[in-house]
């Protein structure tokens, strides 16, 4: 009998998330909050699984694709407490349980109106490697999907080898590749490695690649990184970045080999960039004349409640890759990560926001307001069709 196929199988990082409840107190800064000495009064605390393995597989299973997760954690009370949590709700075909070894975890400090800063023990994400693939399962999917290597000690150790054996490895079965990245921290060991290189190495093998805006700037150009990170004092480095950084990384990251580029700019939006249709031949069953040499930029819908951005990439890409299985057009892929994005940010946690794909399509439609996008640079137009800007190199512009 054959074996019923996945849509997907989400690979990577995971670990079990703790959201202390802040009080509903407005906050400037974390120097108001954290003071040495000072008694910090919480409610309840929120717990579930984190890391695109968890957000945004079981994201993509409310969904409703068909998902199962590749993942390694440990035999202790928190990799228990993390299988408990995915058996309920998930395929957990691929997950491993290394006897002697340590879950990882994460506590994320979210007080009201403020980013959230991470307090993460990587675990057994560390020794994640290629022997813990298990390419059967990913050869019964339509995508692979792996996050965040940046906070596994494997996957950029040796100039990224294990990642590219695994990219390289998963492309060979004739499976679409998808890679999401996380922020390495400077001052660690994964903020010293070349990052450049490693990209280099990867792209080739990889059919979209999702990480944010700032994580590229930070591997592709980190002077620049820094001066804005200096220049924001603290504030959202978001706020500081223009289109043509995102024109810039993007076109580098195309070269690379990447044929779709999706660079998750927070409230500001969804930006992507594609390659030529020769190059995407390989991606079967997707709309050419839709998805080649296109570059869009999103914009996120109006949220009124927020209450974490702790998973929002995740959901996002989620909302992305389950449109682009059910071979939507490259502007509704964008729209369903931006709507999975704010569903993610109204709830605390990483996974309780999202909606099936029935409510969120609805929502889609129901014209919910947008977050505008200032764009100073020349070149852009808006589609008020689409909802959507249209970059200079878009091939609809270079049309006219």
Same mark, same amino acid.
């Given at each position: 009998?054959?074996?019923?196929?996945?849509?997907?199988?989400?690979?990577?990082?995971?670990?079990?998330?703790?959201?202390?409840?802040? /009080?509903?107190?407005?906050?400037?800064?974390?120097?108001?909050?954290?003071?040495?000495?000072?008694?910090?009064?919480?409610?309840?605390?929120?717990?579930?699984?984190?890391?695109?393995?968890?957000?945004? #597989?079981?994201?993509?299973?409310?969904?409703?694709?068909?998902?199962?997760?590749?993942?390694?954690?440990?035999?202790?009370?928190?990799?228990?407490?993390?299988?408990?949590?995915?058996?309920?709700?998930?395929?957990?075909?691929?997950?491993?349980?290394?006897? #002697?070894?340590?879950?990882?975890?994460?506590?994320?400090?979210?007080?009201?109106?403020?980013?959230?800063?991470?307090? /993460?023990?990587?675990?057994?994400?560390?020794?994640?490697?290629?022997?813990?693939?298990?390419?059967?399962?990913?050869?019964?999917?339509?995508?692979? /999907?792996?996050?965040?290597?940046?906070?596994?000690?494997?996957?950029?150790?040796?100039?990224?080898?294990?990642?590219?054996?695994?990219?390289?490895?998963?492309?060979?079965?004739?499976?679409?590749?998808?890679?999401?990245?996380?922020?390495?921290?400077?001052?660690?060991?994964?903020?010293?490695?070349?990052?450049?290189?490693?990209?280099?190495?990867?792209?080739?093998?990889?059919?979209?690649?999702?990480?944010?805006?700032?994580?590229?700037?930070?591997?592709?150009?980190?002077?620049?990184?820094?001066?804005?990170?200096?220049?924001?004092?603290?504030?959202?480095?978001?706020?500081?970045?223009?289109?043509?950084?995102?024109?810039?990384?993007?076109?580098?990251?195309?070269?690379?080999?990447?044929?779709?580029?999706?660079?998750?700019?927070?409230?500001?939006?969804?930006?992507?960039?594609?390659?030529?249709?020769?190059?995407?031949?390989?991606?079967?069953?997707?709309?050419?004349?839709?998805?080649?040499?296109?570059?869009?930029?999103?914009?996120?819908?109006?949220?009124?409640?927020?209450?974490?951005?702790?998973?929002?990439?995740?959901?996002?890409?989620?909302?992305?890759?389950?449109?682009?299985?059910?071979?939507?057009?490259?502007?509704?892929?964008?729209?369903?990560?931006?709507?999975?994005?704010?569903?993610?940010?109204?709830?605390?946690?990483?996974?309780?926001?999202?909606?099936?794909?029935?409510?969120?399509?609805?929502?889609?439609?129901?014209?919910?307001?947008?977050?505008?996008?200032?764009?100073?640079?020349?070149?852009?137009?808006?589609? /008020?069709?689409?909802?959507?800007?249209?970059?200079?190199?878009?091939?609809?512009?270079?049309?006219?």
């Amino acid at each position: 009998m054959t074996e019923k196929r996945l849509d997907a199988v989400i690979a990577g990082h995971i670990c079990l998330d703790m959201f202390p409840e802040f /009080h509903d107190k407005e906050m400037t800064s974390f120097k108001e909050l954290f003071v040495p000495g000072k008694l910090i009064n919480v409610r309840g605390m929120k717990i579930s699984t984190g890391g695109p393995v968890s957000n945004t #597989g079981i994201a993509m299973h409310v969904l409703g694709a068909r998902v199962s997760l590749i993942a390694k954690i440990g035999d202790d009370f928190i990799g228990e407490a993390i299988l408990n949590f995915l058996q309920k709700r998930i395929s957990v075909e691929g997950i491993k349980i290394n006897k #002697g070894e340590s879950s990882s975890y994460t506590v994320v400090i979210a007080p009201k109106n403020l980013d959230r800063i991470f307090l /993460h023990n990587p675990g057994t994400n560390d020794t994640f490697c290629y022997d813990d693939i298990d390419f059967d399962l990913v050869k019964r999917a339509g995508l692979f /999907h792996l996050g965040y290597p940046p906070l596994m000690k494997r996957m950029y150790q040796d100039g990224g080898e294990q990642l590219e054996k695994i990219f390289r490895k998963v492309s060979e079965l004739g499976v679409i590749t998808s890679l999401d990245f996380a922020l390495p921290d400077p001052e660690e060991p994964s903020g010293k490695v070349d990052w450049n290189g490693i990209l280099k190495r990867v792209l080739p093998y990889v059919n979209i690649f999702l990480p944010s805006i700032e994580e590229v700037l930070f591997m592709l150009d980190r002077e620049k990184f820094l001066s804005l990170r200096e220049k924001a004092k603290g504030k959202e480095l978001l706020q500081y970045f223009i289109s043509n950084d995102l024109t810039r990384v993007s076109n580098i990251l195309v070269d690379y080999g990447a044929n779709i580029v999706g660079l998750k700019c927070g409230s500001r939006g969804f930006y992507i960039q594609t390659t030529h249709k020769e190059k995407m031949k390989k991606m079967v069953g997707i709309n050419l004349d839709n998805w080649a040499q296109r570059q869009l930029w999103a914009p996120t819908y109006r949220v009124d409640k927020f209450a974490s951005a702790a998973g929002a990439g995740d959901s996002a890409i989620a909302g992305f890759l389950v449109a682009f299985l059910k071979g939507e057009s490259i502007e509704m892929c964008l729209k369903y990560a931006c709507m999975c994005g704010a569903q993610n940010v109204q709830a605390l946690d990483t996974v309780s926001g999202i909606k099936s794909w029935e409510e969120t399509s609805r929502e889609i439609k129901s014209e919910w307001p947008q977050n505008e996008i200032k764009i100073e640079e020349s070149g852009w137009v808006y589609d /008020h069709e689409q909802k959507i800007w249209q970059g200079p190199e878009d091939k609809n512009q270079l049309n006219r």
